[in-house]
């Protein structure tokens, strides 16, 4: 499905460039994850660098269109910055305050003088814990699923992160978060917001990775903005740590229904919620990951840390194998 034409061409080129240089910036700095842990037993968390968010470098991927890499840090997402004439689409924004500020900053360098508009992808605390910034001048922007379940859920996420997630140099990463609703939401699947000379689309499918994700999709140009309903090379996040997060907030059968339309879209590029920029093979990768790990738990007769393994060496190049555990568990309770 190679594009012909030339803007398409130069999208193209842009991308595989930009995977060619963060891939290697990250070898200079990552050893390949068997290898790290073969030498090291320390808790992943202890080791991973701290989540702050990159905003010297935002990539123009199309016209308008920035992308501030995640540099496959842990716990960064990718973030996008869509630029009208009129106002300026801010997706995901990164956990924190110190984050969200900076990133508000660079929209407001990126589009100086149009209004700025905060979306979030879904309602985790690595992509909007933070957006209370953008109040003042702003507007926060999302549908009525994700807003019910910050509201429900948010003080809960926020907490779990504290006590569970991070490691203890980065907790001080979410004081002063204040849980923030949006000040518009969309009901039903879809939505279209103008930025000025750009159309840009809002879809959700209800609870898949989280209740509420939605997709920010620029029909124009072909690209998707997918939060963690995608990650390129690393083991898919299905939720499922209790208390925190029940497998009643997570639905991986729908999940496989919404990457499926992501492929229907034929985007010309998916931005993942974490890891590199690619096109639809990156969907096609986590369906291929449901659907084995789907087909093992159901075969049965097999210790659980042998099902990991077996995973574990079926995709010897991703990363944050932690999150196996969590998949299987939700496809072992019949899911
Ligand atoms: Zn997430």
Known sequence: MEPADPKTSRLVDRRLLLKLSMAGGLAAVVSPPGVAQAQDAQPLLAARPMPIVDTRFPAEMAPGVFVLPDKRIPLVPNIGIIVGREKVLVVDCGMGVENAEKVMRLA????????????????????????????????????????????????????????????????????????????????????????????????????????????????????????????????????????????????VARWEIVLNDIRRLEPRLIVPGHGNLGGVEIAEDVLAYFSAMRSLVRAGGRSVSDLQSEIRAKYPTWENSEFISPALQYFQQGA
């Not at 905060?118 to 992509?127: G, K, N, Q, R, W």
């Not at 006590?163 to 279209?192: F, I, N, R, S």
């Not at 917001?193 to 994700?213: Q, S, Y």
């Open 108 to 251: 407001g360098q990126l589009a100086p003088g149009r209004q700025i508009v905060l979306t979030v992808t879904h309602a985790h605390p690595e992509h909007g814990f933070g957006a209370q910034v953008f109040k003042p001048d702003g507007r926060i922007y999302y549908n009525a699923t994700q807003r019910d379940y910050l509201q429900r859920s948010g003080a809960t996420l926020l907490d779990g992160f504290r006590t569970g997630v991070l490691p203890p140099t980065q907790k001080h990463l979410l004081d002063g978060v204040v849980l923030t609703p949006p000040d518009e939401t969309y009901d039903g699947a879809q939505a279209v917001l103008d930025l000025g000379g750009r159309m840009v689309e809002f879809r959700t499918w209800g609870t898949a990775h989280t209740p509420g994700d939605q997709i920010i999709y620029l029909p124009q140009e072909g690209i998707v903005f997918a939060g963690d309903l995608l990650e390129e090379r690393m083991f898919p996040i299905v939720p499922l740590f209790p208390p925190m997060i029940t497998s009643g907030d997570i639905d």
